[in-house]
């Protein structure tokens, strides 16, 4: 299967060393894409080493299910990595997780994640489910399109932009089109950073929302510390402040050990992660690929302590 878009992976060869990779290890690609990491990945393992990766978005599927074909290490699970649970306990020795929106979705007009082109308005990563965002806007309440537009776009203009599109429901009907749609937040929000177009922030609060995005990320960081084997690596590369805020929160929280007051001189109890640590695309990555400019990736190493323990 060939894509009339093609995809520039983020930290390719950072995010696989980062891995630490065992030729004989499992390891969990959790967001397929187009599969850039799955393949280095898969050219550092043996005949032994085992990949599984996850993703909703079908053409990303039938991309994954052809490398399958050719290579029986290779596993592709058509469902988000919030399913990353279902494996087995301590059975995976790395667990990448590429979030955020694929090249191929953005520049597709059809799949309706971009305001640049005109498309229907849609933004689900997987089309064979769920509700589109067109069809959320219909009935979605003001209160609850403020809510959205502020919490996930961080969007300071977010009520007058949710009583815009209220206004244009009832004047000319449900929003269709990206373009309807990015018509109408340039109406109502009068300034924004240099450069940076006036719908960027509402596409990402309502791609977020519509697709359980950060649900989704915090059900597969805590999965993470149920299969993740001791020594393995946790690795996480994010594009938006609200996924690296929660990412930074979590390796945190489970990276820092715990006194028991009560006893002040008993030992700290060790926490599930360690190692943590921050990396950011180098200047020829982003000069190359401007896309990657906001990514960040950290990564943590699974101890041996319970995965019960907790601050």
């Known amino acids: ?6 995809h520039q992976t983020v930290l390719l060869n950072e995010a696989v060393d980062a891995l ?17 990491h799955s393949r280095l990945i898969l050219s550092k393992l043996s005949e032994r080493g085992r990949l599984t990766a996850f993703d909703k978005d079908p053409q990303a599927v039938a991309v994954a299910q052809e490398m399958a ?3 029986g290490r290779f596993f592709i699970r058509h ?4 399913h990353l649970g279902e494996l087995p306990p301590a059975s995976v020795d790395g667990v990448l997780m590429d ?8 520049d597709d007009p059809e799949r309706g994640f971009s305001f640049r082109g005109d498309g229907p308005l849609d933004m689900r990563m997987d089309t064979t489910r769920g509700q589109s965002v067109a069809q959320w806007l219909e009935t979605a309440e003001v209160s609850t399109l403020a809510e959205v537009i502020r919490e996930y776009g961080e969007e300071r203009f977010a009520q007058q932009v949710a009583k815009a599109i209220d206004r244009r429901r009832q004047e000319r009907g449900p929003l269709r089109t990206t373009r309807e749609l990015a018509e109408v937040v340039a109406g109502a929000v009068k300034t924004r950073e240099p450069g940076k177009d006036p719908a960027t922030r509402t596409f ?3 791609r977020i929302f519509i697709n359980a995005e950060l649900e989704e990320l915090q059900q597969a960081l805590e999965a993470s510390l149920q299969v993740l084997r001791p020594g393995g690596q946790l690795v996480v590369i994010s594009f938006h402040s609200l996924e690296d805020r929660m990412v930074k929160q979590f390796m945190a929280r489970h990276s820092r050990a715990v006194v028991d007051r009560r006893v002040p001189f008993a030992e700290p109890q060790p926490m599930p992660l360690t190692g943590v640590s921050r990396l950011m695309p180098s200047d ?9 400019r906001s990514a960040v990736m950290r990564v943590a190493e699974r101890t041996a302590a319970p995965v019960g323990v907790s601050s």
Do not use: K
């Open 204 to 206: 990402q609060a309502f």
């Open 79 to 82: 469902e988000g990595f919030c």
């Open 20 to 36: 630490a990779i065992h030729p004989d290890g499992h390891y969990v690609d959790a967001t397929f894409g187009r599969g850039g």
């Open 1 to 6: 299967m060939q894509d009339a878009w093609t």
């Open 99 to 106: 979030l955020g929106v694929s090249s191929p979705q953005i």
């Open 284 to 292: 020829a990555e982003v000069a190359a690929n401007p896309r990657s």
């Open 69 to 71: 074909a050719r290579d």
